[in-house]
């Protein structure tokens, strides 16, 4: 790492960029190096070459960034060895143990090694996004089990929608839970729904209560309103399934804060199919895990820089004002999960019926217990199958006729081939025989 340091200026220099070595701060992942641009360099030079330099100082992914308010810029370069940061260990530093905030979440540590709390409630909403791999599922664990650690299961609630199956399972009978992890995108959206129509029960309850937000009416009333955080994995999966589910995401959005509701969602691809506009305006907090592309950087943090992370939980947040920080997340394994859950298992049931309308877009709106017993009713496996064959096409069909025509013609083929063979030698027998009796009449 010294060696990279000392060779930064004179790869530098071979870009026409000069200036002087300042601090350097080792953290888990990265080396900071602050750098002195002598008068006349433009970070804008440094910015636009930074893969070139990289290139030339023999590492990939060195990310460059202004220092705010300082005559410095930095430049972070990979350490030879990367390390990860245990989640467990992070929750017993004062930085966690002493946040006062009404849902802290633990980021991760910044690149210094220091861990970084923010308060979900002022966010109001977090986007998270990154390729597979990048570490999403892992940051929204270490996001949950930290709210866990703070909030007890009549504060807080949780509803969380798992397309992939296995990311969310663990989280089942915990009093946490708003309701059972839901798998099923129609049941998703559904629930969605139920959310909008809880956010407006709510409001209407703050009016009776002369309260403008959950805070004050928590502190007017004795019963109190836990806080709801849904959390969606692969955001991507639900939208392809069902478009509806963005015009709910998108009232929750703009609306919920004050409700005490709020979004944790990640997606793989933000790009605007996924992420629409309207979508993302109401998003302003968000949080990059290494991205395919400085498109999909610009997209999601209106900057690049995400596509030069490094994985593995390697991150950037953008936060409501602009301010954009590099953290690394905290690695939640298994155990980390089974170990704080553990003291809150408990049975939980699908809810009991409720006459939320759901928008469904075929303007045959439904309930949501219908869409669950539907779901629940599913039709058997030859329904299934008459439904596949219906959606496939003509071509198709035609195409899968001829080929079990084709066998069926084969297997005939093949089986008069056999018979024809066994008549034949059964023949031969008959005949050989007869001949051997004629003979010995003869004798
Ligand atoms: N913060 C982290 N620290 C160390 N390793 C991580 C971290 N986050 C993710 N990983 C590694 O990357 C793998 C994929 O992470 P995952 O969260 O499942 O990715 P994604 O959900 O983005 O597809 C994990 O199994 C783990 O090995
Ligand atoms: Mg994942």
């Known amino acids: 790492m010294q060696g990279l340091v000392k060779k930064l200026p004179q790869v530098l220099a071979h870009f026409g960029i000069s200036g002087t070595i300042g601090a350097q701060y080792q953290g888990p992942l990265i080396t900071e190096v602050e750098f002195e641009l002598s008068k006349g360099s433009k970070f804008s030079a440094v910015e636009?070459?930074?893969?070139?330099?990289?290139?030339?100082?023999?590492?990939?992914?060195?990310?460059v960034a202004e220092i705010p308010n300082s005559t410095y810029i930095s430049f972070e370069l990979p350490n030879e060895k990367l390390q990860s940061v245990p989640f467990l260990p992070l929750t017993e530093q004062t930085e966690f143990t002493d946040s006062q905030y009404d849902l802290p979440i633990c980021v991760g540590v910044n690149m210094r090694g220091v861990p970084v709390m923010k308060n979900l409630a002022k966010m109001p909403h977090l986007l998270v996004a990154g390729t597979t791999g990048s570490g999403k599922s892992v940051g929204l664990n270490s996001f949950i089990l930290s709210l866990i650690k703070k909030k007890t299961p009549q504060e807080l609630k949780f509803v969380l929608i798992d397309p992939k199956r296995i990311e969310f399972s663990m989280y089942n009978n915990?009093?946490?839970?708003?309701?059972?992890?839901?798998?099923?995108?129609?049941?998703?959206?559904?629930?969605?729904?139920?959310?909008?129509?809880?956010?407006?029960?709510?409001?209407?309850?703050?009016?009776?209560?002369?309260?403008?937000?959950i805070g004050e009416y928590n502190a007017k009333n004795a019963i109190k309103m836990p806080y709801i955080v849904c959390v969606i994995d692969?955001?991507?999966?639900?939208?392809?399934?069902?478009?509806?589910?963005?015009?709910?995401?998108?009232?929750?959005?703009?609306?919920?804060?004050?409700?005490?509701?709020?979004?944790?969602?990640?997606?793989?691809?933000?790009?605007?199919?996924?992420?629409?506009?309207?979508?993302?305006?109401?998003?302003?907090t968000r949080l990059s895990y290494k991205v395919a592309s400085a498109t999909d950087s610009m997209t999601i943090l209106n900057t690049t820089g995400a596509e030069n992370l490094l994985g593995r939980g390697d991150s950037l947040l953008l936060e409501e004002n602009g301010t954009l920080t590099r953290i690394l997340g905290a690695y939640v394994s298994d155990d980390d999960i089974m170990q704080t859950l553990e003291p809150y298992r408990c049975e939980i049931k699908e809810p009991q019926p409720t006459n939320v309308v759901v928008v469904s877009g075929d303007n045959n709106n439904i309930t949501v217990q219908q869409t669950i017993k539907q779901e629940q009713q599913k039709p058997s496996i030859w329904a299934r199958i008459a439904d596949w064959w219906n959606r496939i096409g003509r071509r198709r069909q035609n195409q899968i006729i001829?080929?079990?025509?084709?066998?069926?013609?084969?297997?005939?083929?093949?089986?008069?081939?056999?018979?024809?063979?066994?008549?034949?030698?059964?023949?031969?027998?008959?005949?050989?025989?007869?001949?051997?009796?004629?003979?010995?009449?003869?004798?």
Request: charged share 25%; net charge positive.
């Open 48 to 63: 636009k070459q930074i893969k070139d330099i990289a290139r030339e100082l023999g590492v990939s992914g060195i990310r």
């Open 174 to 213: 915990q009093a946490y839970m708003l309701r059972p992890v839901i798998t099923e995108m129609s049941i998703a959206s559904a629930c969605l729904a139920e959310l909008v129509a809880e956010m407006n029960a709510r409001y209407a309850k703050f009016e009776k209560s002369m309260a403008r937000n």
């Open 234 to 284: 692969e955001f991507a999966d639900l939208m392809l399934f069902d478009k509806t589910v963005e015009k709910q995401v998108q009232i929750l959005a703009q609306k919920a804060r004050a409700s005490g509701i709020h979004l944790l969602i990640a997606t793989q691809r933000p790009s605007v199919d996924v992420i629409t506009g309207s979508v993302k305006a109401n998003l302003p």
């Open 402 to 443: 001829n080929w079990i025509l084709t066998l069926i013609f084969a297997a005939f083929q093949a089986k008069n081939a056999s018979s024809k063979a066994r008549s034949t030698t059964a023949t031969m027998r008959k005949i050989t025989s007869a001949t051997k009796k004629t003979s010995s009449r003869r004798r």
